[in-house]
């Protein structure tokens, strides 16, 4: 099977913001820009055939082939997490990567960048956030959001660290085999093939959208080679990764994803 092409167009009422906002989407991608014409999403998708991504007058919006549900950026569960977290309340992610101010933190899998959110605000100005997503479009949804999320209109001004999130669109394991020894201080991974564990309306159109690599022995040696400090896994409780590849789980009675920890002060992990 053919691998498909993806193409931009504008919302169904487009205007000029609209329809610069679809070339810009032409620019950064190198995809061609389809007049709408009134037509459906689904009708351009089956006459051209290809994946399409939507420049509406308020957000990005992509259309893997065959979906009916957009996947948008949205803040998701970043948005009460980061609530309790400002209350001083605690965060297994935060705790299982044990990140403080100035950390830096590699995420692997970084979908809708909702853990990276949180991590952006807990490591500072002083700290840096990376996130690796091989699907292009995917990666151009997510950092076009970062960057443009209107987070005080939705009262959520403790986001604001969001915009410091550099977004990567590069398959995790080739991105990895690039960087120095020790040159973050947490790795992370939360991939989405194993069982669905995530109950946000938006996350089935991600799985749909993104790429699904497979846990690798390649895959974390080497982020057990970049990683100063920790390697961290979330995955479903019943998840074989945690003891495949020797991750401490960290179980969360009644509770569906559990996190790993690969502790790789002075090299503990190689």
């Not at 549900?69 to 209350?87: N, T």
């Not at 604001?160 to 120095?180: F, G, H, T």
Request: glycine content about 6%; hydrophobic content about 40%.
């Amino acid at each position: 099977m053919c691998r498909l092409k993806t193409i931009t167009t504008t919302g169904g009422r487009p205007d000029a913001l609209s329809l610069e906002k679809a070339r810009f989407v032409a620019q950064q991608l190198t995809i061609e820009c389809i007049p709408r014409k009134k037509r459906s999403v689904q009708k351009l998708a089956e006459a051209y055939q290809a994946h399409i991504i939507v420049a509406g007058k308020g957000r990005y919006e992509y259309f893997p082939y065959g979906a009916v549900e957009p996947f948008f950026f949205h803040p998701s569960s970043a948005a009460f997490r980061i609530k309790r977290l400002v209350r001083g309340e605690l965060d297994t992610f935060i705790q299982s990567a044990n990140l403080q101010a100035g950390d830096s933190l590699l995420d692997c899998t970084l979908g809708l960048a909702t853990d990276s959110m949180i991590a952006a605000e807990v490591v500072g100005d002083t700290g840096r956030v990376v996130g690796c997503e091989a699907n292009a479009n995917v990666a151009f949804i997510v950092k076009q959001g970062l960057k443009e999320y209107d987070f005080e209109a939705e009262n959520l001004p403790q986001l604001s660290r969001m915009r410091n999130i550099e977004v990567v669109s590069e398959n995790a394991v080739d991105y990895l085999k690039k960087q120095p020894d020790n040159s973050f201080d947490v790795v992370y991974l939360d991939p989405m093939f194993e069982e669905v564990i995530e109950e946000s309306k938006n996350f089935k159109p991600l799985r749909q959208a993104g790429v699904h690599d497979e846990v690798s022995n390649e895959w974390i040696e080497q982020a057990k080679r970049v990683a100063k400090k920790r390697v961290v896994l979330k995955a479903h409780f019943r998840s074989p990764l945690f003891a495949r590849f020797q991750f401490e789980q960290q179980v969360r009675p009644n509770i569906k994803f559990h996190f790993g920890v690969i502790h790789c002060e002075e090299k503990e992990c190689l």
